[in-house]
């Protein structure tokens, strides 16, 4: 559900990145807090992994689509709702500046869609109240589904409105809204699974991690995680490095929707303004556009329908272990900056 700068304007661009900005800092407002040292290992290692879990589109079945984990609300549980986001932000900024996935100018509107949804609507309202302490199997399993499932329908349903709010009379109202609602909510389907099981594996692994009642709070907070830790990163690059090649070739939600409206894939880009200025600086940033070599890229044909599957793909791979690095390392920086500033 990355949006590209085509689908919105300028002003609702902007619009987005304050909010999401005024989001981001409160969020690291609030976790200077309670930050501590082993906190940030976690934050970086969850970081990269959903970095690469977002490489990895799954099939929608008798639909034509397909549809990745958005992983705010694994990272919400884990983390707390404000550690949560900024590690969000961080895999979109990474995202967008160095693999050309998202536009700069919607990076705004991505941060709030896949960033605040989950990590406080869908966290507060609906995760907490239902898993509680974390101490039954069976209440993560349903607070998981449900907060996955309301949190994409509001996100789906924000890219609707900042696409109509942007003038983009392509895709009406209604027709936009009705396939993008019900292709999101298979999608969250599937997501609330995947979360529900990773959710349940820590429990069984580390549940002190998921046992906390503040959650103003890092819940991994002065706990030991070094296990945790180790499969994180070990899962990270295998993800990135190898399972990424299954991936599905299917448009996702977002592109599947925009081709039944107006026939093709994507808009066309806008040729005046600050999109094209900003195109032209993630062009120069992006050294692994769409997840490969930037001369793989440029020689990949433009006619081909069907991509090979599996993709093996020595830049994926690549993409996937660096994405993951970056992600960890921008993460420890903003950690231990954010720790650094808590002392003064």
Known sequence: MHMADALISPAVGATMWAGSLAVLGYSSRKIRETIDNKTIPLMGVMGAFIFAAQMINFTIPGTGSSGHLGGGMILAALLGPYAAFVV???VLTVQALFFADGGLLALGCNVWNLGLYPCFIGYYLIYKPIAGDGGNYRRIFIASLLSVIVALQFGAFSVVLETILSGKSELPFHTFV?????????IGLVEGIVTAGILSYVKNARPEILDTGAVSRPPAAGLPCKNILIVFVVLAVLTG??????????????????????GKG???????GIAPVLKEIQEKTAFLPDYNFKQAHKEKPETEKVPAWPGIDTGTSVSGVVGGGIVLGIVFLIGYGIRIFKRQ
């Not at 009705?178 to 298979?186: R, S, T, V, Y």
């Not at 490095?241 to 107006?262: C, R």
């Not at 994507?266 to 005046?272: D, G, I, M, T, Y």
């Open 88 to 90: 969000v932000a961080s």
């Open 178 to 186: 009705l396939l993008m609602q019900p292709i999101h909510l298979a």
């Open 266 to 272: 994507e808009l066309a880009e806008q040729e005046k």
């Open 241 to 262: 490095g190898v399972l990424s090649w299954f991936a599905s070739t299917s448009p996702d939600g977002l592109e599947w929707s925009i081709e039944k409206v107006t």
